[in-house]
């Protein structure tokens, strides 16, 4: 005779008096349905001796509490491993899987930003540089791309705080190129921090659309006067030109969106260039749209920027919980899982 139970079962934490972790029951049936630990266990090979848990074991407890927003716990014992490339590539294998569901997009739009993580202590890697939030305070400067339709992280790596903004970031593409289906469109976006000849050669070399904020060095603001500009609302204006910036191989297009500002805070604007009473922000770009179609779709990337700061609040990414670099950026690369699987979630 077959088993018979129950056919429709309805799961409901509905009750003022359950436990807000409740639904953590609802992630461990998907994770069971991946056979998560399974896949850990195949994935990742590391020798231990007399230990009694897995390495899979180690790795779900220490995201568990990433994902509950727990307190973190004691993880300098189980950060102590080495192989955080083996981690990158079984989080790759994960990514290209999930990246296609519930069906491969057209297009991918990689979004690149960093960010500063405040530390305090005498962590290797942290020292001072770019920290606009506390300025002459010691950091890690990590990066992270992440793609627009699906707000997955894509890629993220930890680096010390003195590290420039585009430090790594071709490697960190060419990453993602490497599991992302191809012969699909990409286009990226990027701010100043991105602007970088180099940069823009390799993503034309690659086929990549995009649209970087430019720098507004001396030589680019002598220009943003003298353009005809296409008015497109009585505030804003918007001009296309082609320039070569000092040091780049070739010219590129840039467009320009010139705002007007009130007469009452012309001399009180200071986040952009301004001339004439006018604002200016630049964008170099491939792309094909039109100049204020390119700023509509670079307008977009503010999605990233709640990304970051979820990272940050909800999850305990670019956070140092040992002394030593490369436990810390695999801690990091854990909180990146995290913060996927409850994505796909």
């Known amino acids: 005779m077959p088993r018979h139970g129950a056919s429709k079962i309805r799961i409901s934490f509905s009750s003022a008096q359950l436990s807000h972790f409740g639904g953590i029951y609802l992630l461990h049936q998907f994770l069971r349905r991946l056979g998560f630990r399974t896949f850990l266990s195949h994935a990742i090979s ?12 180690f790795l779900i407890a220490l ?40 069906a491969t997009p057209s297009s991918f739009w990689l979004d690149c930003d960093s960010t500063a993580h405040t530390l305090y202590g005498n962590q290797e890697g942290a020292v001072k540089g770019y920290n606009p939030g506390h300025p002459g305070k010691k950091s890690y400067h990590p990066l992270v791309i992440t793609e627009a339709h699906g707000g997955d992280c894509l890629a993220g790596v930890l680096r010390p705080g003195n590290a420039h ?93 010139r705002r007007k500002l009130p007469d009452e805070t012309a001399e009180a604007q200071t986040t952009l260039f301004t001339l004439d009473r ?38 305990p990414f670019g956070q140092a919980p040992t002394n030593a670099f490369d436990a810390n950026a695999l801690y990091a690369e854990l909180s990146l899982l995290a913060y996927n699987l409850m994505t796909w979630f």
């Not at 590391?46 to 074991?57: A, G, H």
């Not at 976006?189 to 390799?202: E, K, L, T």
């Not at 220009?223 to 590129?252: C, K, M, N």
């Open 46 to 57: 590391y020798f231990q001796r007399n230990n009694r848990y897995t390495l899979s074991e």
């Open 63 to 102: 995201m568990y509490p990433m994902i509950l927003g727990l307190e973190k716990i004691e993880v300098s014992a189980l950060l102590g491993t080495n192989g955080v490339f083996q981690y990158i590539a079984v989080h790759d294998d994960l990514r290209a899987h999930f990246i296609c569901l519930p």
């Open 165 to 257: 903004t585009a430090t790594g970031v071709i490697d960190l593409v060419s990453n993602v190129l490497d599991f992302l289906p191809h012969h699909h469109r990409i286009r990226l976006r990027a701010d100043a921090g991105f602007y970088n000849g180099n940069f823009v050669d390799y993503l034309k070399g690659e086929n990549i659309t995009f649209a970087i904020v430019a720098h507004l060095t001396p030589a680019l603001k002598r220009r943003l006067g003298a353009l005809r500009y296409a008015r497109i609302s009585p505030v804003f204006s918007v001009a296309t030109f082609r320039y070569q910036p000092h040091g780049w191989d070739s010219q590129e297009r840039f467009v320009a969106l």
């Open 278 to 315: 006018y604002a200016y922000s630049v964008i170099v770009t491939n792309l094909t749209l039109e100049p204020y179609n390119v700023f509509r779709y670079y307008q977009e990337r503010a999605a990233m920027e709640r990304i970051i700061r979820t990272l940050k609040e909800d999850y």
